[in-house]
């Protein structure tokens, strides 16, 4: 009997601790994430530098493979890859979903606004901009975890361009939304190409001119190879870029993993500002080697075009009850700011 016993509680405990070793023991979530940018650039690099921070951080419970631009899906169709399970997250810029909500090009840009990124930064963090956005994409069930800066953008050209006059009738390359629409309204003809095309329509004519990034990011795309100015401080665009990921998958994760990514999320930021400025900095004896002009447009020319892109604001304010929602509240941080009268 006490031999039966022993045997009974031996297994009982054996069970136990099977089950005990099963439930313990961490389900592996694989995502597929792509990017806009292409592999080498610096914004990828830092991009997979946030994906194997994620890794370590979740003890290898969340991996999330990183995918240069077009490597799955055209840059145009990530949102859409998300809905049918091709990807579980992209990393993309907010204004390229304009076409299905007009806000989300205010997300991405508020031409004419802010001085700094740590402004915009703070609309986002402190001011409501990021549920604001996260209420957008909760539209198409999707959730952005967050989002990501890099710095003021500056415009490489092929031909002199001094003033804003200048910028009549020249061929622009532009990303669709506000952006697109202000150097229309300065006068530009603007061509809507994806960053991977953007070399070999400059140096094909296509465009002559081309709103991408920063000095040292424009470097990295070897615009200044055909491009021999560059108008600095530039004068257009200050984008945010964002860190979606698929509702259901998000819903799936854990309170902790939700805040492993929010967290590493801001940091990847930081991290990607930083070093752009870094590039930045450094690569100006390079492009002085290439000859290549820093253009800076006259003072009042800088105050004409906040003007204009001002006007544009109320303009596309009107095309969604989210938009005007957007560019009230960013307008009102502007006022508190000293930015706006």
């Not at 953008?153 to 200048?166: F, G, H, M, S």
């Not at 309204?185 to 296509?206: F, N, R």
């Not at 596309?316 to 509240?329: G, I, M």
């Amino acid at each position: 009997m006490n031999r039966n016993k022993a045997c009974m509680w031996t297994g009982i405990l054996m069970v136990a601790l099977l089950v005990g070793l099963a439930g313990g023991a961490r389900a592996e979530l694989k995502w597929n994430c792509q990017a806009i940018f292409p592999a080498g650039s610096s914004l990828y690099k830092e991009f997979v530098a946030f994906t194997e921070k994620i890794k370590v951080m979740s003890n290898g419970e969340l991996v999330i493979t990183p995918h240069p631009v077009g490597a799955i899906v055209g840059y145009k169709d990530m949102h859409g890859a998300l809905q049918t399970g091709v990807l579980q997250a992209y990393f993309s810029a907010p204004t390229f979903q304009a076409g299905k909500e007009p806000a989300f090009s205010l997300f991405a840009d508020l031409p004419g606004g802010y001085e700094n990124v740590m402004q915009f930064y703070a609309w986002y963090y402190q001011k409501g901009g990021l549920q604001m956005l996260q209420d957008a994409h909760a539209k198409w069930k999707n959730h952005c975890v967050g989002v990501i800066f890099y710095g003021r953008e500056v415009l490489p050209a092929k031909v002199v361009i001094r003033t804003a006059a200048d910028l009549k009738g020249k061929k622009i390359r532009a990303a669709e939304g506000i952006i697109a629409d202000l150097m229309t309204a300065l006068g530009a003809s603007t061509v809507s190409i994806p960053g991977s095309e953007v070399y070999s329509a400059l140096d094909k004519g296509v465009i002559e001119a081309s709103d991408w990034g920063t000095r040292s990011m424009n470097d990295q795309m070897g615009l200044y190879e055909v491009c021999k100015f560059s108008i600095e401080p530039g004068f257009h665009s200050m984008s945010a870029l964002e860190f979606v990921v698929a509702g259901k998958q998000w819903d799936s994760l854990s309170d902790n993993l939700k805040q492993i990514l929010e967290s590493a999320t801001r940091e990847w930021s930081w991290n990607t500002v930083t070093r752009v400025m870094k590039e930045d900095a450094e690569i100006g004896p390079k492009l002085k080697q290439m000859g290549v002009e820093i253009v800076s447009f006259p003072k009042q020319d800088y105050q004409t075009i906040r003007g204009v892109a001002r006007e544009l604001w109320m303009k596309w304010a009107e095309k969604s009850p989210l938009t005007k929602q957007v560019v009230d509240s960013q307008v009102q941080w502007c006022k508190e700011l000293g930015l706006l009268e």
